[in-house]
C-alpha cells in the first residue's frame, strides 16, 4: 500500500479536494473564523462552501438571502437555530436546509466552539461578503455599514424579531430538555 501526502488544496480541472482546516480563511459574522471551501466560479456556479468556528454565545444576526439557499451541518458543538418564530436544537450531525427568502440565525449555545459546515445554492455573492466583511474591524459597532455589505451580496440583515427565540423545537435525533 502506497502512503500520500494529505493535500491541503488540489485542484484538477474541475475536481476540487480541500482538506480539513484547508482553503481561503477569511472571518464571518461576530469575527468567527471561516475557511472558503469552495466559491460558485470554483464549481461552476452550483454552490458555495465554508466551514465556520463559531465561539460560545456567538453568531450572526437574524438575515434573509435573496440570492441563494443555505444548508448547514453541524460538525462539533451545539447551537440553536431560529427560522421567523421557531427555534430548533442541533447538535453534532444535525443537517439544517434554509430555503432562500425565509428569515434566520443560529446561537451557539454550548460551552465549547462550534463547527459548522456551510452550503450556499446556487452560488451567491457569499465568498464576497466573508472576504469585505473579513477587512472590518472586529471593534466595529457599525451596524449599517455592515448592513449595506450584506445588502450588496444579496442578505438582507433584519432586526431579531420578537420575541428573539420564540418557540423551542428540538430536533427529532436530539434529546429532548
Known sequence: MSRTKRARIVRDGAIQVVSANAGRRVRGGGGAETWVKATGNETAGLLEVFEQVTPPGSGPPFHVHRECSEALYIVEGRVEVQFEDRVVDATVGAFIFVPRGVGHTYLNVGEEEAKVLFWFAPAGHMSNYFEELARVSLDSND???????????????????????????????????
Open 143 to 177: 451596524e449599517e455599514m455592515i448592513a449595506r455589505i450584506a445588502m450588496k451580496h444579496g442578505v438582507d440583515i433584519i432586526r431579531e424579531p420578537s420575541p428573539p427565540w420564540a418557540r423551542r423545537q428540538v430536533m427529532p435525533d436530539s434529546p429532548a430538555k
